[in-house]
């Protein structure tokens, strides 16, 4: 089942065209899922125009809903509505095939040499660029989706829940949607919003398709577990790290750092494949490359096979691991997409779910300022100390350890960005600059 045309702009792109701009976007989207939204929205809603505000949100929230990388999965959802099964693969691999390569260059380099001065440097300035772009991003999506009084109390209530309670994702998205339902119960002037666009021509998609994608796509995920268990057993670390990887493709909700939280104490705690520094060494390759926070999941994969090879040469056992433990990880993303999108997409005109969705789009804005500002403490000071007061939680920097020249870079983006407007392929190209100069010169 391919989307309906409604679901496209009027002059609905190429697939050449569709093509250039995925490739693109995978090749800007930096700053963790803030950022990477962020992108997509001023390409395909402020700037292209291929998909409306409402399509977009109502895109995301169902994005958000799943386990795994949701910008990744929401480029996979736009490009399907643009151009079907074949848009929505070729949205999704490019959105992430730029992070491969380069995380795979830099995983060569972390084996190999450690210190890689000039590469920190590039990556110094990069984040300040990545600061301005988050900040920009929560603004902007904000504005647009917290239109009542109602929304923009879901949102603050929803920060507070995750940021200063860790309240769970799936119980926050939960206790939105009810709240949503609720208010279209008893207080319905309080969700009022724009009228539903139309509805699409087909209910609901074909059993029979259904059941297709999830042969096909669950054929795609564990081929690999099921010749590596077949070759070598079950005590392989290759089919570890296929399974562990598996496992956490289906079990990590409620957004990226949450994720990664999860990966790094088992990989570090449980399995052994990274010391703990290594794994924040790993956070912050995947922080200044394109593509998702979750790309670590390739670097954790690369470092658990360079040290236990087996017969392998260790960087050739190094890109095996990493490859497979980002083939297991966005394998399951594009079946929940094709499986789920249809359905989502033919119950868009449901008034009903409309109301919990919109409360759930509320909801978003409030994790996505909790991305923010948890990248913004951890960028701009060395040190942030956690203290715990019974179920509250208080992320404190300490001040001495504010890093001047991330401030200043940072500051100087934000100008660039809100005063000037400046483009981010130039504002990312001209930060790298600057924190390379800062870093040969400054240190």
């Known amino acids: 089942m391919n989307p309906s045309n ?14 250039r701009t995925w490739a693109y976007i995978g090749l800007n989207s930096f700053g963790g899922p803030a950022g990477q939204i962020a992108v997509m929205h001023r390409v395909l809603v402020d700037e292209k125009r291929w998909v409306s505000e409402e399509r977009f949100l109502h895109a995301l929230n169902y994005c958000m809903l799943l386990p795994g990388p949701e910008a990744q999965q929401l480029a996979t959802y736009i490009g399907w509505l643009l151009h079907g099964a074949r848009g929505g693969l070729t949205a999704g691999a490019l959105f992430i095939l730029p992070g491969i390569a380069v995380i795979m260059f830099l995983s060569y380099l972390y084996a190999g040499f450690h210190q890689i001065l000039a590469v ?7 984040k300040c ?11 902007r999506i904000g504005k647009r989706a917290l239109k009542t009084r109602f929304a923009m109390g879901i949102a603050a209530a929803a920060f507070v829940a995750i940021f200063f309670f860790r309240v769970p994702f799936p119980l926050i998205v939960l206790g939105a949607a009810v709240l949503g339902l609720l208010a279209r119960r008893f207080f319905s002037e309080a969700t009022t919003e724009a009228a539903p666009e139309t509805q699409l021509p087909e209910a609901h998609p074909p059993l029979a398709r259904s059941l297709g994608v999830i042969a096909f796509w669950s054929a795609v995920w564990f081929a690999p577990m099921a010749v590596l268990l077949a070759l070598a057993g079950p005590q392989n670390t290759y089919f570890h790290i296929a399974a562990f990887f598996s496992k956490a493709a289906v079990v990590t909700f409620g957004g990226a750092y949450s994720v990664l939280a ?5 990989a570090v705690e449980v399995y052994g494949w990274l010391r703990p520094g290594e794994m924040l060494d790993g956070l912050a390759m995947a922080e200044t490359t394109p593509g998702p926070l979750i790309m670590v999941v390739q670097f954790a994969g690369f470092m658990a096979a360079y040290r236990d090879p087996g017969l392998l040469p260790p960087m050739l056992a190094g890109t095996l691991g990493g490859l497979l433990s980002t083939w297991v990880t966005f394998a399951p993303c594009f079946m929940w997409i094709f499986l789920g999108a249809p359905y989502i997409e033919a119950l868009r005109g449901n008034r009903t779910l409309n109301a919990a969705l919109g409360a759930i789009t509320a909801a978003v804005v409030g994790v996505i300022l909790n991305l923010s500002v948890w990248f913004t403490l951890h960028t701009l000071f060395g040190k942030v100390t956690l203290l715990e007061f019974g179920p509250l939680v208080l992320n404190l920097p300490e001040w001495s350890t504010i890093n001047g ?15 000037y407007h400046v483009g981010m392929l130039k504002l990312l190209a001209a930060s790298a600059l600057a924190g390379t100069v800062y870093v040969f010169t400054v240190g």
């Open 6 to 19: 409604d679901a496209i702009a009027a002059s609905p792109p190429t697939y050449a065209e569709a093509t």
């Open 120 to 126: 920190q440097a590039i990556f110094f300035g990069l």
């Open 129 to 139: 660029a990545v600061l301005a772009i988050v900040v920009e991003a929560v603004i």
């Open 262 to 266: 999860y990966i790094a104490q088992q």
């Open 405 to 419: 020249g991330v401030f200043v870079l940072a500051s100087a983006a934000m100008i660039a960005t809100f005063r």
